[in-house]
């Protein structure tokens, strides 16, 4: 499987009569992406703003933010199964605005959306500060159940990123990267003197608004599967989650997922990197068990020597994490962990809720409850005193002048348990 | 104008005695006594002893809390800008006296304090995390090489100077986890890792796993019908609007409520305040979470004498190991005082 990433660099997003890219500049036709929004009857105003980095801008509460791309060559269409028929992807060549990124914004659940700010302190800590945003602020029709609101959100944004790039299609790329992934056939026989690897990929699935869709499927229903790390760049994993800001995993950061990407580059030279299995991460103790001994089944069944594990979320997903480690270091394989902490404000506190002693390669992205104060900025994407009750704020996180105190875990990615950023924990 | 620095001390430092005198009362004395003299040379110009609080071990132990007030007091007097405790090398009551010392000044003066202990006195495990333990030797023989350094981390934090790493600094490990930005993402750590593992090559893991506490239940009820049962949740249910403000996640506080007259919560009365998971189903019926229609049901059957009137309820979600322990201790003991004979608890 062999994909080509074509990246069209955006240094900056400007309103214009076409949607186009020129000279690093992406226009965007305010009109069209309105028109095609609201045609979702479940959306009663459609409002469309940007945020660049380096502004003094604040956006909240934010939903998901996702990088437009398209596909150039190859089969099937971005977002399978979501904006896209249901095609399986991951071969030819894509188109990638980089630098550019749509973020979605609503009071779905309230707790559960996060914070992005553009300059100022908050931004060291966000992977979003740093791309040039085009915001959909987007209002439901009274009473829509929160659902279908996700769902309505979570469209929205699919189809603006998939929209931007179908329309930079001509565009020339700046750089070109290229992916490449053997069958089953000739990657077990490359590189015999090296160990065989896997990526054990974990999707939060906790249900009830905390999902993730691969191929259009809800990931709670599925049994773990092999998935090829191309298809991954195609979009065919795409978030729906409300849950902390913190360490759910963006559609964006699936798209960009810097596990594949650091894997990708010791392929061949430290180990032979097979594939990429994904699990779920259901709330039932019949479910963890069931999808940790299927995913070992699977790394077994191939015949690995090691896994590099991910989880999203924390609390309960830490107890799927903990099984998949001492499953698949009891039956031989190695293991390293990536996962984020609660240790609570000052740090004292244990900070995962499971552990076992085969846990002992593990890497983390930061201590989600560290408080951090954004100071005010001039403009507000959004509703400001969200803060207050979003997940990492509590009553009086908002300040009469705009000043927000809020744990880390209320800052969007900012400790992404994909590793998206360099944020990580030592002890004192 | 110097720092005014306290050093608190036990009986047989103080030479008045040892086991004999271990009951000694708390006592203050202006200036340095016994290993204050080495310490007070090594802070140089920048700060003095002024005073010294002396108590003997076991007067301390046999109430540990009403000393530490006792003993606190004595040091406020002295107006001080930091405090030094012991150092207690292997001494286990004089190192808990220290590090309930520390724990009570960090607290209630919020002034630099720090002691010097072995890594087994009972005292680090029990403190380390409130205050800075200089490592020791197991006993007095290591007093020339703690009074340094005792002495060089207090002046640092006295400055308001950054603290290195236990190692660089000289202080056993607290436990406490710092967040900071790494050369790179934690995505190529993680791989980096990976690679050193499978290669079997030495690798330091960023977070050792923690080790739990484990519960074992009590013995079941035998006498189900005559019992009292209450329903205490980490599932957020509380009465409509939140009226205390339980934080959607990372909670620093538990609500006690009436149910006194309920039958039935319904999505007039009571929702959740937990942010950890999707609130439509609690809200739409916060049964769901917290029981009080089929509790009611079994009480009028007679499954069990009565539900308690009142539950108590935080947020699960986030919140940290050492609150959560505080809140259960104290729902415990207000459980226990109202006579309540079984909990049923829920989450989410």
Redesign the interface.
């Known amino acids: 499987m062999k994909l080509e990433l074509h990246k069209v660099k955006v240094n900056k997003l400007a309103w214009g009569d076409k949607t186009e890219t020129k000279d690093g500049v992406l226009y965007v036709n305010r009109l069209e992406i309105v028109d095609m929004l609201s045609s979702d009857e479940r959306l009663v105003k459609v409002d469309l703003d940007f945020a660049m980095p380096g502004e003094s801008v604040r956006i909240i509460p934010v939903k998901d933010v996702v990088e437009p791309r398209c596909k150039l060559e190859g089969k099937g269409g971005i977002f399978p199964g979501m904006v896209s028929d249901v095609e399986t992807v991951g071969e030819g060549k894509t188109l990638v605005l980089e630098g550019a990124a749509v973020v979605t914004t609503g009071k779905i659940?309230r707790?559960?959306e996060g914070i992005i700010d553009m300059s100022g302190p908050g931004a060291?800590y966000c992977p979003y500060s740093k791309t040039c945003n085009l915001v959909l602020v987007l209002e439901p029709v009274a009473d829509l159940?929160?659902?279908d609101h996700e769902a309505a959100c979570r469209l929205a944004g699919l189809k603006t990123a998939s929209y931007l790039a179908e329309c930079c299609k001509g565009a020339t790329a700046d750089n070109v990267e290229t992916y490449e992934f053997p069958a089953f056939r000739e990657a077990m026989h490359a590189y015999p003197e090296l160990?065989k690897?896997a990526y054990l990929y974990m999707l939060q699935s906790?249900?009830?608004?905390?999902d993730t869709w691969v191929y259009g499927v809800d990931a709670k229903q599925t049994l773990p599967t092999l998935i090829g790390a191309t298809e991954v760049m195609d979009g065919a994993i795409v978030s729906g989650n409300?849950?902390?800001a913190c360490d759910k995993n963006n559609t964006y950061s699936h798209q960009n997922n810097?596990?594949i990407?650091?894997?990708y580059?010791?392929h061949g030279k430290?180990?032979n990197f097979v594939g990429v299995i994904i699990t779920n991460e259901n709330v039932t103790l019949a479910d963890k068990k069931r999808s940790s001994s299927y995913s070992i089944k699977l790394a077994n069944m191939i015949g690995l020597?090691?896994l590099?594990i991910?989880e999203e979320g924390?609390?309960n997903p830490d107890a799927d994490l903990i099984m998949n480690c001492w499953k698949a270091e009891r039956s031989g394989m190695?293991?390293?962990?990536?996962?984020d902490?609660?240790?609570?404000?000052?740090?004292?506190?244990?900070?995962?809720a499971d552990?076992?002693?085969e846990?002992?390669?593990?890497?983390?992205?930061?201590?989600?409850?560290?408080v951090i104060t954004l100071p005010p900025m001039e403009k507000i994407i959004g509703y400001p005193d969200e803060a207050n009750?979003?997940?990492?704020?509590?009553?009086g996180s908002l300040a009469s002048d705009g000043t927000i105190t809020v744990?880390?875990?209320a800052i969007i990615g900012a400790t992404?348990?994909?590793?998206?950023?360099?944020?990580?924990?030592?002890?004192? | 104008m110097s720092y005014r620095v306290v050093h608190y001390i036990n009986q047989f430092f103080a030479g008045i005695g040892g086991e004999e005198k271990a009951d000694y009362a708390p006592e203050t004395r202006e200036g340095v006594v016994g290993p204050g003299m080495a310490l007070n040379a090594a802070l140089g110009n920048e700060a003095e002893i002024v005073g010294t609080v002396i108590c003997g071990d076991t007067y301390f132990a046999s109430d540990m809390a009403k000393t530490s007030a006792e003993v606190l007091e004595l040091i406020r007097k002295f107006e001080p800008d930091a405090v030094l405790l012991g150092p207690a090398f292997n001494a286990g009551r004089y190192g808990s006296a220290c590090g309930a010392m520390g724990d009570a000044i960090s607290k209630e003066l919020g002034i630099p304090v720090v002691s010097g202990m072995f890594p087994e006195n009972p005292g680090v495990e029990m403190y380390r995390?409130s205050l800075y333990i200089i490592e020791t030797a197991d006993s007095a023989r290591g007093m020339g090489k703690a009074v340094p350094a005792m002495a060089k981390l207090l002046l640092k934090l006295l400055k308001g100077e950054k603290?290195g790493?236990?190692a660089e600094e000289g202080y056993i490990?607290?436990?406490?986890?710092?967040?900071?930005?790494?050369?790179?993402?934690?995505?190529?750590?993680?791989?980096d890792?990976?690679?050193?593992?499978?290669?079997g090559e030495p690798?330091e893991?960023?977070?050792?796993?923690?080790?739990?506490d484990r519960v074992d239940p009590n013995p079941p009820i035998v006498d189900m019908a005559n019992s009292t049962v209450a329903l205490v949740t980490s599932g957020g249910i509380c009465p409509k609007g939140n009226p205390d403000?339980i934080?959607?996640?990372?909670a620093?506080k538990y609500g006690e409520y009436s149910i006194e007259g309920f039958d039935d919560l319904t999505s007039a009365d009571h929702c959740t305040a937990?942010?950890?998971?999707?609130?439509?189903?609690a809200d739409d019926d916060p049964d769901r979470v917290l029981p009080v229609d089929v509790m009611r049901e079994m009480e009028k059957e007679g499954v069990f004498k009565k539900l308690h009137n009142k539950f108590y309820t935080t947020v699960?979600?986030?919140t940290?190991?050492?609150?959560a322990k505080k809140f259960g201790a104290e729902i415990a003991l207000k459980l226990k005082a109202d006579g309540v004979d079984a909990v049923i608890l829920t989450s989410t």
């Open positions: 659940v707790f559960q060291d159940e929160k659902h160990p690897v906790q249900g009830l608004l905390h409300c849950v902390s810097p596990v990407k650091d894997m580059a010791r430290d180990f020597d090691g590099l991910s924390f609390g190695k293991t390293a962990l990536l996962t902490e609660y240790a609570g404000q000052d740090g004292a506190s244990q900070s995962l552990s076992c002693p846990g002992d390669a593990c890497v983390t992205a930061g201590n989600a409850n560290e009750v979003i997940a990492g704020g509590w009553d744990e880390l875990q992404s348990e994909l590793g998206f950023t360099k944020l990580g924990a030592y002890t004192v | 995390k603290v790493l236990p490990e607290r436990g406490l986890r710092i967040n900071k930005f790494f050369e790179t993402m934690a995505s190529e750590r993680c791989v890792m990976f690679v050193k593992k499978l290669k690798f893991t960023e977070y050792p796993m923690p080790v739990f403000h934080e959607a996640s990372s620093s937990h942010g950890g998971y999707d609130a439509t189903y699960g979600n986030g940290a190991v050492a609150s």
